[in-house]
């Protein structure tokens, strides 16, 4: 079965970066889009950013866009968040998701996104 274990979450100031991981183990990494969500205290689970299969196509909410960029590193079967500029608006659990179907290129539908990790704390303090 699909399994999608995130880590890098933590404390940080605002300002500062944060890389997440989401390591992906089960199936042929390569061949899925993946994707980010976070959900902070009392609030929907927000898309945040999604990549396609090959990484050549990106999609990004517009309350990151410019400062999270999404990447993936198919060899090692991991998507990345690298999340700069840190807002304390940003302080949520971050969740790690992958697609079920094959090389889909459109990323930018939370519906896309079927199976899910745990997810990650990251605390962003003023």
């Known amino acids: 079965q699909v399994q999608l274990v995130e880590s890098g979450g933590g404390l940080v100031q605002a300002g500062g970066s944060l890389r997440l991981s989401c390591a992906a183990s089960g199936r042929t990494f390569s061949s899925y889009a993946m994707g980010w969500f976070r959900q902070a205290p009392g609030k929907e689970r927000e898309f945040v950013s999604g990549i396609n299969w090959s990484g050549g196509s990106t999609y990004y909410a517009d309350s990151v866009k410019g400062r999270f960029t999404i990447f993936r590193d198919n060899a090692k079967s991991t998507v990345y968040l690298q999340m700069n500029s840190l807002k304390p608006e940003d302080t949520a659990v971050y969740y790690c998701?992958?697609?079920?179907?094959?090389?889909?290129?459109?990323?930018?539908?939370?519906?896309?996104?079927?199976?899910w990790g745990q997810g990650t704390l990251v605390t962003v303090s003023s």
């Open positions: 998701a992958a697609d079920r179907l094959m090389y889909r290129n459109s990323v930018d539908s939370r519906n896309t996104y079927y199976y």
